[in-house]
């Protein structure tokens, strides 16, 4: 277990940092709050809590990450400890939390505050989140999709500020998607709106998460270039040899930002993965700039992380396959808060209707 812990002074909070000054009477100014940004993953490895201020700014974080998929008590102890961090007494005396948001990386009924799984973990079904929280820190407490989070985020403190219609895509160890309308996020019938991961591009594809074939998770996600470009490298020595120079010849910790470099340098096997990933996304992504006509669709997680080495690419392929009403005024961004985005969503939930 790694542990690592970030914390920023803000212009807004005078008393900031200055033991010893109570408040003992008072109105509570709307300056004079804060609130906590909560994040969970079933992997174990993104797990946050973070202190923002009303404006957005996160003054405090604190990280537990671990290696291993841990079982809810695990996350549950976790989250204790890194709350009794970022809410030591003499930090918050210029005010109290107001509220809590939370970004689980998994399914999560928003409308009720249940977490319906997690992804990659074991014995979340239907987890009442939202009431544990709220019960064992008695402030109000607001759940949702981590990828419906930092598409809020992006909207309210990111590259989407003032798009009416915005599409979020997280291309991570998993692909999630999130919607935000006129400011809100949509969340459908059943808070499965975004899920974009399960579309099917790819007819008898390979196998998803989900245990369905063809998903586009199962083609575009971090994981599965990673995994494609192990695979293939077997029968391909010189490929093999890329990627032991790249991964200093730990070939299993290979990234989709160094298949893309490699596949920028010339190597034909990372080019064909390359290939296949702008096609089946820019499949997915045409057929929803017919659904939904957004203004902008923002590419989030660490594939985006190559930046324009897939956006160019993709923006090019979606322009020409799509009708051009429905694609002219379509921006494709990469996000602003990048590998951040679940944290920095976690504190915008919080921040709605504050
Ligand atoms: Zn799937």
């Known amino acids: 277990m790694t542990q690592h ?5 803000s212009g807004n909070l005078g008393s900031w940092g200055q033991p010893g000054v ?3 009477t008072g109105k509570l100014l709307a300056t004079h709050g804060y609130v906590l ?18 404006n957005g700014n996160i003054l405090r974080r604190v990280r537990r990450p671990l290696e291993y998929v841990p079982d809810p008590a695990t996350v549950m102890r976790l989250l204790d400890e890194m709350l009794a961090e970022v809410m030591k007494a003499e930090e918050l005396q210029d005010g109290r939390i107001l509220r809590v948001g939370v970004a689980v990386g998994g399914l999560v009924d928003s409308t009720h505050g249940i977490v319906r799984t997690l992804h990659h973990a ?18 109000p407490c607001i759940i949702d999709n981590n990828a419906n989070a930092a598409a809020l985020a992006e909207v309210q403190l990111g590259v989407g500020t003032g798009e009416r219609v915005v599409l979020y895509v997280g291309l991570g160890r998993g692909i999630g998607g999130g919607l935000v309308v006129n400011g809100r996020i949509y969340h459908g019938t059943t808070c499965t709106a975004g899920e974009i991961g399960h579309l099917l591009v790819k007819e008898g594809g390979p196998k998803c998460s989900c245990g369905m074939f063809g998903h586009l998770e199962a083609i575009v996600s971090a994981q599965a270039i990673s995994r ?23 070939a299993e910790r290979i990234t989709a930002v160094q298949v893309f470099q490699l596949a920028a340098e010339g190597d034909s096997i990372a080019q064909g993965i390359v290939r296949d990933v702008e096609k089946y996304l820019g499949i997915a992504l045409a057929n929803i700039v017919h659904i939904i006509n957004p203004s902008m669709i923002i590419l989030g997680g660490q594939v ?8 160019a690419p993709l923006a090019t392929y979606i ?36």
């Open 228 to 250: 494609t470009m192990i695979g293939l490298a077997v029968e391909y020595p010189e490929t093999e040899a890329a990627i032991h120079r790249v991964t200093g010849a730990r």
């Open 122 to 139: 074991h014995g979340w079904e239907d987890f009442p989140l939202q009431e544990y929280l709220e019960r064992r820190l008695d402030i």
């Open 37 to 54: 940004g909560i994040e969970i993953s079933g992997s174990g490895s993104r797990q946050s809590v973070a202190l923002a201020d009303l």
């Open 22 to 24: 109570q408040k003992t």
């Open 319 to 354: 322009h020409s396959v799509c009708l051009p009403a429905a694609s002219q005024s379509v921006r494709i961004v990469q996000s602003k808060h990048g590998t951040e985005a679940n944290s920095v969503g976690a504190v915008t939930l919080a921040l709605q209707d504050v």
């Open 304 to 311: 985006a992380q190559v930046g324009d080495l897939l956006i």
């Open 5 to 9: 812990m970030s914390r920023t002074n």
